[in-house]
């Protein structure tokens, strides 16, 4: 079943202007972000081509914040290592910049601006949508879709607004553990949990 997850990213330099060598610090923590989707996207040697990434970029002012759509079913040139990864979401976040509508900076990749509420508000309207949360309760008794749509935050905690329209959604609020985790080794224990209840053919 098709998985969607949703991750929240907060102080990422919009206009992609940060360097490689200092992801964590002046890219906002880029490498947290780059490793939700390596994580979320690649196998051993393959590809989950199951799975969409979508990174919902808060802007620092008024103006629009921006999302990128990673299809893991076309992406490209994704590799695990996170410096190749977050190069390719930095490329993305320098095309946007000029751009006024949606751009695939590589195969699979789509920038584009958008209203950071809006579209979360949107993903939670999907079927199956979950907010994974340390005080949600536990995911091994969920028994809801298997084929799920996950908000997750990055290092950064939600802010008010997002909190608030994440608990007005009454979307299930779920937890893999009872440990406050970083947002990539959560989506390992989601994925996982996944797999062993939906096994791969092979
Ligand atoms: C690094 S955590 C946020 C900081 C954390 N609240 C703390 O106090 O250290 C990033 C995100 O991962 C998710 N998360 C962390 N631990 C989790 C858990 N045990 N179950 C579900 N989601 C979790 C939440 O979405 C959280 O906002």
């Known amino acids: ?24 610090g002046g890219g906002g923590r880029m490498d947290e972000v780059a490793r939700v989707l390596s994580t979320a996207l690649t196998l051993s040697n393959d590809l989950r081509r199951d799975a969409t990434v979508t990174l919902l970029f808060h802007p620092k002012g008024d103006g629009p914040g921006r999302s990128i759509v990673v299809d893991g079913s076309r992406v490209r040139y994704l590799n695990p290592d996170e410096r190749s990864t977050a190069a390719l979401l930095k490329n993305a976040l320098v095309r946007s910049v000029l751009a006024d509508g949606p751009v695939e900076s590589s195969p699979g990749l789509t920038v584009a601006p958008a209203d950071p509420r809006e579209a979360l508000e949107a993903f939670v309207r999907r079927a199956g949508a979950v907010w994974l949360t340390e005080s949600g309760s536990p995911l091994r008794a969920y028994d809801g879709p298997i084929g799920l749509s996950a908000v997750l935050s990055d290092p950064t905690e939600p802010t008010a607004a997002e909190r608030e329209l994440l608990e007005g959604s009454g979307i299930p609020r779920l937890s893999v553990g009872p440990r406050a985790l970083r947002s990539s080794q959560v989506v390992d224990l989601l994925w996982n949990e996944l797999d062993l209840r939906e096994p791969p053919d092979h």
Not at 1 to 24: I, K, Q, S, Y
Request: charged share 10%.
């Open 1 to 24: 079943m098709p998985r969607h997850l949703l991750l929240l990213v907060h102080t990422v330099p919009l206009d992609g202007a940060f360097t490689l060598n200092d992801l964590a």
